[in-house]
Structure formats: structure tokens, C-alpha cells
């Protein structure tokens, strides 16, 4: 199956496509009989990360992704995160199945395609999905977590005592 992956930016939108590929060249990369935790491990390595996205995404594909991840550094922790998980339930046809995929994300897949050729946008993608709405959504998350953990600390930075 070929999916469209879309990764956000500040500058513009990337578009790829992604396909699943057999088996075979899946297992002859990551191994025959190992567990999702262990794959998944093993999709963080670059060498094995960058074998399995020239495979199902393109040749060049993990070499700009790393020049995406040097433009927006701040964020490059929400980049790296979503890829492989991504490259995994694509493989094992899981990725219509994972609720999480529902929710914006800065790399995303934004649909599939038919029987036709075409490609059918899943119904949940809106105008949640885009840089400036991720990115004020975490900064204003980012700042709640930081309130909320202040207001914790506080009584005791004032009552200036270790029991």
C-alpha cells in the first residue's frame, strides 16, 4: 500500500510517499524472527533507519530529513519520534488501527491509496494540522508544565527548609 507522508515546517510542507515493502527486504534489514520492541529499537539506529527509508520512502529521504531536523532543532525531538513508529505500522498494516496517528503531528501521514491510483485523505486531517497549530499548541503546553511545576516547587522554595 502507498501512503503520502507529510512532514511540517516553518518554511513550506514535505511530501513523500511511503510504501509498504515485502517482507523479505524488511526482514533482510532488520532481522527474521524479532520482537516489536526490539524492531522498533532498531529502526532508532541511523545505518538500519536509513536502509529501511530508502526502501520505502526514497534514496535521499533520511539525508533530508536530518536537514529538516537542522532548520528546526527546537523541535527535532517531535521529528525523530514520529518516523519510526510510522516506517513500523505502515510495514505490519497497523497505522489505520493506531488512535494516536489520529492526532496532529509535525510528520504525519495525510493519506492512502485506492484501487484507482488515487489518493484518499484520511477525514480526520483538518486545519489542526499545520506548523503554526502544532507549534503554539506545544509552546503553550510547554508553558502550563512549567506553571504547573513552578506552583509545586513554590511553598517549599518559601518555606526555606529540607525535613
Same mark, same amino acid.
Given at each position: 500500500?502507498?501512503?503520502? @507522508? ?24 532488520? !532481522? ?6 526490539? @524492531? ?16 520505502? %520512502?526514497?534514496? =535521499? ?21 514520529? @518516523? $519510526?513508529?510510522?516506517?513500523? +505500522?505502515?510495514?505490519? &498494516?497497523?497505522?489505520?488501527? %493506531?488512535? !494516536?496517528?489520529?492526532?496532529? =503531528?509535525?510528520?504525519?501521514?495525510? +493519506? ?17 494540522? +499545520? ?5 503554539? +499548541?506545544?509552546? &503553550? ?9 513552578? =506552583? &509545586?516547587?513554590? $511553598? ?8
Amino acid at each position: 500500500m502507498r501512503y503520502k @507522508l507529510k512532514i511540517l515546517t516553518r518554511a513550506k510542507t514535505h511530501t513523500y510517499i511511503l510504501k509498504d515493502i515485502p517482507m523479505y527486504e524488511w526482514d533482510n534489514v532488520l !532481522g527474521f524472527d524479532v520482537e516489536r520492541d526490539e @524492531l522498533i529499537n532498531k529502526l532508532n539506529n541511523l545505518q538500519t533507519l536509513k536502509e529501511i527509508t530508502k526502501l520505502m %520512502i526514497s534514496r =535521499g529521504f533520511l539525508d533530508e530529513f536530518y536537514e529538516i531536523l537542522n532548520k528546526e532543532r527546537r523541535y527535532s525531538e517531535l521529528y525523530k519520534y514520529a @518516523l $519510526p513508529t510510522i516506517l513500523f +505500522s505502515v510495514q505490519y &498494516s497497523l497505522f489505520e488501527t %493506531i488512535e !494516536g496517528f489520529k492526532q496532529p =503531528g509535525l510528520v504525519y501521514i495525510e +493519506s492512502f491509496q485506492d484501487r484507482n491510483g488515487d489518493y484518499i485523505k484520511y477525514d480526520y486531517i483538518d486545519e489542526r494540522w +499545520s506548523y503554526d497549530f502544532l507549534i503554539t +499548541s506545544k509552546l &503553550s503546553a510547554d508553558l502550563n508544565q512549567e506553571a504547573s511545576l513552578q =506552583g &509545586s516547587f513554590e $511553598p517549599l522554595l518559601q518555606e526555606g527548609t529540607n525535613e
